[in-house]
């Protein structure tokens, strides 16, 4: 079996300096002992690890490391340039794998060893159940790579796949409960307390039955605009399911152009339409509005100084920035309304679903399925509560086929 014969350098001690050995040289990180030498060390071995032609070289006669399989695996996989999503999840799970077995021969793996992973991932109580089994599934994963690149036996992943998921009541696991759709009057409330730029990111979201990352990742280049039909065409750069259904195009209709059109003015076409870059400077125009005393001249100087060193936003929006700036909105809302109108906590990952349910009630469930790019009717059924709302109109309206005139029942 081949062999990765380049494993992590050893931080190294020479006097009071921690430095590496790499292809025959030094490198030196720093003072031993010190916080910088430790961050430059973790930083040299996170590059060799994005580089993988000079971490995994292959020579024949050996067995490779379980840390060396996961570092070549993220490497790939990274190459190929798939969703930052799926990256993160295998990398994810690569810490937990590595963490236990890390200094372990791949063929010496085994689904016991399989299992105490799984353990571990439990104890964490960090992943509900569906997440631990998913993980376990792309261990699989990573070894069917390895397999692939003959450095693990084939007998060797084929026995880890016999082990089964964990199934539900499993003791020591959770399952968090089915994600529902967020009601239209709940959003209305919120909308107010919205910088504009969020508050168009979650209409449109709601309209269209967009993906979060979907809405935050637009970019002015991704609009066609030039169609002549009415419509403008939103084609994301990647979507979760492109693999399946190839690249997705979403159209425009009047409402979404209305919103979306003050943010495509005077940007490149790589620029992000939706920034919070753009937000701040509308919350900041907000209060300077609201404001209600004059400002001090300490205070005056106090600006001055920070507009010579503006604070730095990112260009983009992102699934933890685009929540929070929703949770500030319900937040500051919830200071100012009486104790009866409190607005319920809620996230833009449930505004999915709440457009999968109300295109399914008013066109039905091939349309729901065809807006949100499913690739079965199933999975939009998990997505919308279409059918619930059916069978609760039904209930109101049913009358007892049975009963007698005048009685009771009905």
């Known amino acids: 079996?081949?062999?990765?014969?380049?494993?992590?350098?050893?931080?190294?001690?020479?006097?009071?300096?921690?430095?590496?050995?790499?292809?025959?040289?030094?490198?030196?990180?720093?003072?031993?002992?010190?916080?910088?030498?430790?961050?430059?060390?973790?930083?040299?071995?996170a590059t060799l690890i994005e580089n993988s032609a000079s971490l995994v070289q292959v020579e024949k006669g050996g067995c490779a490391f379980i840390s060396e399989l996961a570092a070549g695996f993220l490497a790939d996989l990274e190459s190929k340039q798939r969703s930052r999503t799926e990256f993160l999840h295998y990398r994810s799970t690569v810490g937990y794998l590595v963490g236990v077995y890390g200094n372990l021969a791949v063929n010496d793996f085994s689904p016991k060893k399989l299992k105490v992973v799984r353990d571990q991932m439990v104890k964490s109580g960090r992943l509900c159940r569906r997440m631990v089994n998913d993980y376990t599934g792309l261990i699989c994963r990573i070894f069917d790579w390895g397999v692939e690149e003959e450095l693990v036996q084939p007998n060797i992943e084929h026995a880890l796949r016999a082990v089964k998921a964990l199934p539900k009541g499993t003791p020591g696991t959770f399952d968090n409960p089915p994600r529902e759709e967020v009601p239209d009057d709940v959003v209305a409330a919120t909308l107010p307390f919205l910088a504009p730029t969020v508050r168009a990111m979650v209409v449109i979201q709601r309209l269209t039955g967009c993906r979060p990352s979907e809405i935050f990742g637009m970019r002015v280049g991704d609009i066609d605009r030039n169609r002549n039909n009415g419509l403008w065409?939103?084609?994301?750069?990647?979507?979760?399911?492109?693999?399946?259904?190839?690249?997705?195009?979403?159209?425009?209709?009047?409402?979404?152009?209305?919103?979306?059109?003050?943010?495509?003015?005077?940007?490149?076409?790589?620029?992000?339409?939706?920034?919070?870059?753009?937000?701040?400077?509308?919350?900041?125009?907000?209060?300077?509005?609201?404001?209600k005393t004059k400002r001090s001249p300490s205070h005056e100087a106090q600006m001055k100084k920070r507009a010579k060193k503006p604070s730095v936003y990112r260009e983009f929006y992102n699934r933890h920035s685009y929540r929070r700036a929703v949770e500030y909105?319900?937040?500051?809302?919830?200071?100012?309304?009486?104790?009866?109108?409190?607005?319920?906590?809620?996230?833009?990952?449930?505004?999915?679903?709440?457009?999968?349910?109300?295109?399914?009630?008013?066109?039905?469930?091939d349309e729901a399925q065809a807006q949100l790019g499913h690739t079965s009717a199933n999975m939009t059924k998990?997505?919308?509560?279409?059918?619930?709302?059916?069978?609760?109109?039904?209930?109101?309206?049913?009358?007892?086929?049975?009963?007698?005139?005048?009685?009771e029942a009905d």
């Open 233 to 291: 065409y939103y084609t994301p750069g990647f979507h979760k399911t492109e693999q399946y259904i190839g690249k997705k195009t979403i159209p425009f209709g009047k409402p979404e152009q209305e919103l979306i059109a003050p943010y495509l003015e005077g940007k490149k076409p790589g620029e992000a339409v939706f920034s919070p870059r753009t937000a701040m400077v509308e919350r900041n125009a907000e209060r300077n509005a609201n404001r």
């Open 1 to 45: 079996m081949p062999k990765l014969n380049n494993r992590y350098p050893k931080n190294c001690r020479d006097r009071n300096q921690a430095f590496s050995w790499h292809k025959g040289k030094r490198v030196f990180h720093g003072v031993w002992g010190s916080p910088e030498a430790e961050k430059n060390y973790k930083r040299f071995i």
């Open 382 to 407: 998990r997505y919308s509560s279409a059918q619930l709302k059916q069978r609760e109109k039904l209930a109101r309206e049913r009358r007892n086929p049975f009963a007698t005139e005048g009685s």
């Open 329 to 365: 909105g319900i937040e500051k809302g919830n200071k100012t309304l009486p104790r009866d109108r409190q607005i319920p906590h809620w996230t833009p990952y449930l505004l999915r679903n709440s457009a999968a349910t109300a295109i399914e009630l008013e066109h039905g469930l």
